[in-house]
């Protein structure tokens, strides 16, 4: 719980601090402007209160948990896919990067005070699965920390995400994988060739083995 809360401050706060101009620089979400990755920040804060506030029938098990709630493919996103489309349409029509600021702040602000205040032991329900709110909270840590990553891909200047949330969203990925990435990847590394966002050098193909058939793993 308290890793969601300062995964999602920094990113907030990354994006806070970001110049106007930046926010027409690619990010690193194929297709999308940094303007189009905090637009979807700003529904992904919604889905946060939504969930949190659909609680589930108190007689049903979890069926995923914060690793198997995510939804993992090959084939990573090309922009081009009508949802991916839809984000594009919404952001440009905030035109000002200060209103896309305002709305993430107050919707993002509101969606951490009620990961606050959630029982994490309490069950919701969300995509037609039943997990705790402890468990939903987790899986976002990897969320948010991806989405850092690629908010700051073309943005040298703006800082990283937090080092705890990395090594969770790390070991998340591995347990994904169902195996670990070789130790001489730092956590950026493993996220971002893990997940098909940096394509692995030779030297990585070769120290990844059999894991390296397998990538990129896409989860969504």
Not at 28 to 44: K, N, Y
Not at 77 to 98: C, F, M, N, S, W
Not at 100 to 108: A, I, N, Q, S, T
Not at 141 to 152: F, K, P, Q
């Amino acid at each position: 719980m308290d890793l969601f809360s300062r995964s999602w401050a920094a990113l907030r706060a990354a994006v806070a601090e970001l110049p106007d101009e930046d926010f027409e620089h690619p990010s690193g979400c194929a297709g999308w402007l940094v303007r189009d990755l905090v637009c979807h920040l700003v529904i992904d804060a919604q889905d946060v209160l939504i969930t949190l506030a659909t609680p589930a029938d108190p007689d049903a098990g979890p069926t995923v948990d914060a690793v198997t709630y995510w939804n993992v493919t090959g084939r990573p996103p090309t922009g081009e896919d009508p949802l991916d489309a839809l984000i594009v349409r919404l952001a440009a029509a905030y035109q000002e990067p200060h209103l896309l600021k305002f709305h993430l702040d107050d919707v993002g602000s509101a969606a951490g005070r009620a990961a606050a205040l959630a029982d994490p032991g309490a069950r919701v329900s969300t995509r037609g699965e039943v997990l705790t709110a402890g468990d939903y909270l987790t899986a976002y840590v990897l969320e948010w920390t991806l989405h850092h990553l690629d908010l700051i891909a073309h943005l040298p200047h703006t800082a990283p995400p937090p080092a705890e949330g990395l090594a969770r969203s790390r070991a998340m990925l591995e347990e994904i994988a169902g195996a670990a990435f070789p130790a001489s990847f730092t956590d950026t590394d493993a996220l971002l060739v893990g997940t098909g966002r940096r394509a692995p050098t030779g030297t990585q193909v070769a120290e990844l083995g059999r894991l390296a058939e397998r990538l990129p793993l896409v989860v969504g």
